[in-house]
């Protein structure tokens, strides 16, 4: 089972910053926050990965709770093409340990 | 485009029939998984390979499913004597064996509809 929480779904204006919140209270010291997102009829596109400090790539930030029991994902300006579902998982990185997705958030930009 | 291909892309068979689905991952990538998804639901791990060796499979993989990777390059997912309950996406991805990067990069994934 999926070891982490989002909402169902949310809406954004475009332009506007989008911040998808994941809890992940019973993550272990070893475990990494994951984001991937699944823009429909594709496959899911890996979007970032954090352990305790905050990430950034050109797609998109990540905040992690001081406690890392939840998390942020930030999508600084959203555009229609960001509409997808996204999901938040915990994970060990090493080894070959697979992905466990939950149902995620489906983020709806609107013009 | 991820670099993962997958054949075909979508799948239409009849119930009691066999299929077969290819995938192509990228060259360099030792690591190669398969994924199913059902309609509102995320992604469920199916199997794993590392080269040749299939290492892990799920409790989801019934008796009718096999999984190869000969050669360890491309691999194929056979479900024999489908069922409705089979129609779903099957979702290959695979990863570089690199620890410090664990991405795992995905294919389009095939559709299956079993009637």
């Known amino acids: 089972d999926a070891k982490t929480t989002q909402p169902p779904s949310m809406d954004c204006a475009e332009g506007r910053a989008a911040n998808l919140p994941c809890n992940h209270s019973?993550?272990?010291?070893?475990?990494?926050v994951y984001w991937y997102r699944q823009i429909h009829s594709q496959g899911p596109q890996y979007i970032i990965h954090?352990?305790?400090n905050n990430e950034t790539n050109e797609m998109a930030s990540l905040i992690i709770t001081e406690d890392r029991k939840s998390s942020t994902l930030i999508l600084p300006h959203a555009t229609l093409r960001d509409t997808a579902v996204y999901y938040c998982i915990v994970r060990v990185v090493s080894g070959n340990t697979p992905l466990v997705f939950g149902k995620g958030t489906r983020l709806s930009v609107i013009a | 485009d991820t670099g993962v291909s997958q054949d075909p892309r979508h799948k239409i068979t009849k119930r009691g029939q066999n299929v077969t689905f290819r995938c192509d991952p990228i060259s360099e990538h030792n690591r190669l998984y398969w994924y199913r998804q059902t309609l509102g639901q995320g992604p469920e791990f199916l199997t794993y390979f590392q080269n040749e060796a299939q290492l892990e499979k799920s409790r989801l993989l019934s008796d009718r499913f096999s999984a190869e990777r000969p050669k360890g390059s491309f691999s194929t997912l056979e479900i024999q004597r489908t069922e409705q309950g089979d129609s779903a996406m099957y979702l290959c991805a695979s990863s570089p064996t690199d620890e410090a990067y664990n991405e795992q990069f995905f294919g389009p994934g095939t559709r299956l509809t079993v009637l």
């Open positions: 019973t993550i272990s010291g070893n475990e990494y």
């Open positions: 954090g352990l305790k």
